[in-house]
Each structure stands twice: as structure tokens, then as C-alpha cells.
């Protein structure tokens, strides 16, 4: 399922090495396919993740722009990863910065990799792993990186059908997660220390399933820069949150959550590939709530209605406001045997965020329709309509 493209190519002279070297950009699909065991555990996971974070409280080369496909696995999106020479199935994750494997089958090392000595524990709220840490090569979208730090899981939860995560989150998340070692360079660290990419730059493009598919090789991961074919308009930034809970994670105000013109009030969000729903604080889902006539559906645990909300809901950030229209924002009737959901009745992708610390992610439902660009050079997430 998976192909390369080549968008451009362009011979560039080489300051730092003798060697010339050719900047270029390469489209590999992301693959989405299903890992989903119920939608109340889908919802539960974004609540789990939240609480997780909010127990955290402290956290010249010219060079390749590559591209590499992501699957859309309905409730998140994985990424064919080498490690060693071997190809795993890796969640793509920005809330998390550390790399693994192991979480189906044993991914001890290769004859390439050489063990570090150290054990390594992550937990993701509603997941974790164990394992120990050795070094390999790995290589995505036709770029590698030498000495990646990866995770061996010995004992891994809360992971049915993916073999583990990459983590495009920021380095100080993997603070305390290796036993030898204050933190370890993520795989976007490596590619930029290593030269493989002039800009510590992630361009994501997801998009939704189409009709009742829960597969569809429908996603993108630019390396080193963006891709203009995936989004139109003008890409906006908007400054990573320096100080709060989020500030370790890729965090992001939010002036103003709205449904239709009812402000329903701001936050202190992340932005993150690995949550499927659009979570938002408890005062603001209430005033959802109350302004579309919906309620919580117990069996499920999301917003449901009898009938279909009209109005257009928004996420502001700084002056900028992105909108998903109803269609974007319910779940696809032509989803809805696939997530056990009543005929007749309606159901949205946002959900309760909670009243305390983080209250907020903006997840894959709305990263569905709008491109993002995570940038650590900058420090700074850019957003764009999708295409």
C-alpha cells in the first residue's frame, strides 16, 4: 500500500562537508487503519491522557525535506518506521516524545543496535510500556538517523494492533523516561543534529476516512519543512506555550472555543496526533451542550443529539478562528455500526476536557481538516486549511 513520489529535486552545494548533497521532498502515504476495541474506550483514552499530563508539572546544511505516508486507522494514524532493518507499525504521536516497538511482537535488538545499559518506562495515561533501551538506525520516508534512542518493550498495555509510537512531541518529555539518561533526543532531534534536514520542521497532513473505511492509507508526514500541496491558503503560526502544564508538550491557546455566536470560553491547550477526539473544559462542553440540545450518552460517552446540530463550532488562536461545520464535527452515519452507535441519533467528535490544569487537546478530528505545521525551530504550530 505504501509509494513515493517525488514532488522536486534541486542540486545544493555543501558549506559544512565535502560532500554536495540534494535538498528534495518526498511523498510516502500514511497509512490509517483500525486499533479500536470501543468508542467509550476511544473517549476514555483522551480523558486518560489528560489526566496524565496534568500530573506532570515540569518537563549550515543544506538539507532534505522528505515526506512519508501515514494510515488512518480510524481512531489514529500509524506510520511504517525501520528500525534495524525490520518494519514496524508506529503511532504517530506529538504528545509523546519517546520511540518504541515491541508492543506485539519482541523488538530486542539487531545485529545493528547496541544495547545502552538503561531500562526505559513511559506512561501515556491510558497505556504504558517497559522495556530496556538500545541505539539503532532508523530510517522513515527515505530519511535514516544513526543511534535513536528505542524502547524494547518488555511488558506494553493499551496498544491492540500497533506495535508502539514515534514521538514528535518535545525533547523534555522524555525526561525520566531512561534510566541512564536525563532526556534523549526524539528522531526529529536526530534528523536535524545528523543533517538530514536543515529545519526542525513536521508538516502533517491527515485526512478523514471515506465512508465506512477504516484503513485508508490517507496521511502525510513532512520531515524538514511542509507540503504546499496539502493545504490551501496561508499556513498562520501561533507561539508554543512557554510556561503551564502544556508548555511541555506542543501547548497552544486557545482564545475562544464557539458553537454558531455563543462564546463558549477559552483554555490552555495541546495540539496531538494521538488523541482521536477534540476535547474542550467542562464549562465550554456544558455551554455545547446546552446550545445544540445535546447530552452525554452514557453507552458511548459522547455528545449526543436527536437532532442534528446546524450551527458551525470554531477554535480561535491569537485572531485566527477554524471552523468545522456540523459534517466535520459528527461522527459519519456511515460510521456508525463500526462504532456500535444508535440509528437515528447524532454524535460528536468533541467531548468533556475537564475542569482542572489541561483541559483541552485538539486532536485528529479536527487535525483532519486542517493541516499543521509543528515547528521546534521556531517555536511556534501553524495551521492551515487542509486538502
Given at each position: 500500500?505504501?509509494?513515493?513520489?517525488?514532488?522536486?529535486?534541486?542540486?545544493?552545494a555543501v558549506s559544512a562537508s565535502p560532500v554536495e548533497r540534494r535538498a528534495q521532498t518526498v511523498a510516502v502515504?500514511?497509512?490509517?487503519?483500525?486499533?479500536?476495541?470501543?468508542?467509550?474506550?476511544?473517549?476514555?483514552?483522551?480523558?486518560?491522557?489528560?489526566?496524565?499530563?496534568?500530573?506532570?508539572?515540569?518537563?549550515?546544511?543544506?538539507?532534505?525535506?522528505?515526506?512519508?505516508?501515514?494510515?488512518?486507522?480510524?481512531v489514529t494514524y500509524v506510520a511504517p518506521v525501520v528500525i534495524g532493518g525490520k518494519t514496524w507499525e508506529l503511532?504517530?504521536?506529538?504528545?509523546?516524545?519517546?520511540?518504541?516497538?515491541?508492543?506485539?511482537?519482541?523488538?530486542?535488538?539487531?545485529?545493528?543496535?547496541?544495547?545502552?545499559?538503561?531500562?526505559?518506562?513511559?506512561?501515556?495515561?491510558?497505556?504504558?510500556?517497559?522495556?530496556?533501551?538500545?541505539?539503532?538506525?532508523?530510517?522513515?520516508?527515505?530519511?535514516t538517523v544513526t543511534k535513536q534512542s528505542i524502547g524494547a518493550a518488555s511488558q506494553a498495555s493499551g496498544f491492540?494492533?500497533?506495535?508502539?509510537?514515534?514521538?514528535?512531541?518535545?525533547?523534555?518529555?522524555?525526561?525520566?523516561?531512561?534510566?541512564?539518561?536525563?532526556?534523549?533526543?526524539?528522531?526529529?532531534?536526530?534528523?536535524?543534529?545528523?543533517?538530514?534536514?536543515?529545519?526542525?520542521?513536521?508538516?502533517?497532513?491527515?485526512?478523514?476516512?471515506?465512508?465506512?473505511?477504516?484503513?485508508?492509507?490517507?496521511?502525510?508526514?513532512?520531515?524538514?519543512?511542509?507540503?504546499?500541496?496539502?493545504?490551501?491558503?496561508?499556513?498562520?503560526?501561533?507561539?508554543?506555550?512557554?510556561?503551564?502544564?502544556?508548555?511541555?508538550?506542543?501547548?497552544?491557546?486557545?482564545?475562544?472555543?464557539?458553537?454558531?455566536?455563543?462564546?463558549?470560553?477559552?483554555?490552555?491547550?495541546?495540539?496531538?496526533?494521538?488523541?482521536?477526539?477534540?476535547?474542550?473544559?467542562?464549562?465550554?462542553?456544558?455551554?455545547?451542550?446546552?446550545?445544540?440540545?445535546?447530552?452525554?450518552?452514557?453507552?458511548?460517552?459522547?455528545?449526543?443529539?436527536?437532532?442534528?446540530?446546524?450551527?458551525?463550532?470554531?477554535?480561535?488562536?491569537?485572531?485566527?478562528?477554524?471552523?468545522?461545520?456540523?459534517?466535520?464535527?459528527?461522527?459519519?452515519?456511515?460510521?456508525?455500526?463500526?462504532?456500535?452507535?444508535?440509528?437515528?441519533?447524532?454524535?460528536?467528535?468533541?467531548?468533556?476536557?475537564?475542569?482542572?490544569?489541561?483541559?483541552?487537546?485538539?486532536?485528529?478530528?479536527?487535525?483532519?481538516?486542517?493541516?499543521?505545521?509543528?515547528?521546534?525551530?521556531?517555536?511556534?504550530?501553524?495551521?492551515?486549511?487542509?486538502?
Amino acid at each position: 500500500m505504501y509509494f513515493a513520489t517525488v514532488l522536486a529535486l534541486a542540486a545544493a552545494a555543501v558549506s559544512a562537508s565535502p560532500v554536495e548533497r540534494r535538498a528534495q521532498t518526498v511523498a510516502v502515504p500514511l497509512k490509517h487503519v483500525s486499533n479500536f476495541t470501543s468508542i467509550k474506550n476511544v473517549v476514555s483514552k483522551g480523558k486518560a491522557r489528560l489526566n496524565a499530563i496534568n500530573g506532570i508539572n515540569s518537563v549550515g546544511v543544506t538539507a532534505a525535506v522528505s515526506s512519508g505516508s501515514v494510515t488512518n486507522e480510524d481512531v489514529t494514524y500509524v506510520a511504517p518506521v525501520v528500525i534495524g532493518g525490520k518494519t514496524w507499525e508506529l503511532i504517530v504521536d506529538t504528545g509523546s516524545s519517546n520511540t518504541w516497538c515491541g508492543a506485539q511482537t519482541s523488538c530486542e535488538k539487531t545485529s545493528t543496535g547496541k544495547s545502552t545499559g538503561g531500562s526505559v518506562e513511559v506512561s501515556y495515561g491510558s497505556g504504558s510500556f517497559s522495556g530496556t533501551e538500545y541505539t539503532d538506525t532508523v530510517t522513515f520516508a527515505g530519511l535514516t538517523v544513526t543511534k535513536q534512542s528505542i524502547g524494547a518493550a518488555s511488558q506494553a498495555s493499551g496498544f491492540d494492533g500497533v506495535d508502539g509510537i514515534i514521538g514528535f512531541g518535545p525533547v523534555d518529555l522524555t525526561e525520566d523516561t531512561v534510566s541512564n539518561a536525563n532526556t534523549v533526543p526524539t528522531f526529529m532531534d536526530n534528523l536535524y543534529s545528523q543533517g538530514s534536514i536543515s529545519t526542525e520542521v513536521l508538516g502533517v497532513s491527515f485526512r478523514p476516512e471515506s465512508g465506512s473505511d477504516t484503513d485508508d492509507t490517507n496521511g502525510e508526514l513532512t520531515l524538514g519543512g511542509t507540503d504546499s500541496t496539502k493545504y490551501s491558503g496561508t499556513l498562520t503560526y501561533f507561539p508554543k506555550l512557554t510556561s503551564g502544564d502544556a508548555s511541555a508538550y506542543w501547548g497552544i491557546a486557545v482564545a475562544e472555543f464557539s458553537i454558531g455566536s455563543t462564546n463558549l470560553g477559552t483554555a490552555s491547550g495541546i495540539v496531538d496526533t494521538g488523541t482521536t477526539l477534540i476535547y474542550i473544559p467542562t464549562s465550554a462542553y456544558n455551554k455545547f451542550l446546552s446550545a445544540t440540545g445535546g447530552k452525554t450518552d452514557s453507552s458511548s460517552g459522547l455528545a449526543e443529539f436527536s437532532t442534528a446540530p446546524t450551527a458551525t463550532f470554531g477554535i480561535k488562536f491569537g485572531s485566527t478562528t477554524y471552523t468545522l461545520t456540523p459534517s466535520q464535527y459528527l461522527v459519519p452515519t456511515a460510521q456508525y455500526s463500526y462504532y456500535g452507535l444508535t440509528s437515528g441519533k447524532y454524535y460528536a467528535w468533541i467531548n468533556d476536557g475537564g475542569s482542572s490544569g489541561v483541559d483541552c487537546i485538539i486532536g485528529q478530528k479536527f487535525l483532519e481538516q486542517y493541516y499543521a505545521v509543528f515547528d521546534t525551530t521556531n517555536s511556534r504550530i501553524g495551521f492551515a486549511t487542509g486538502v
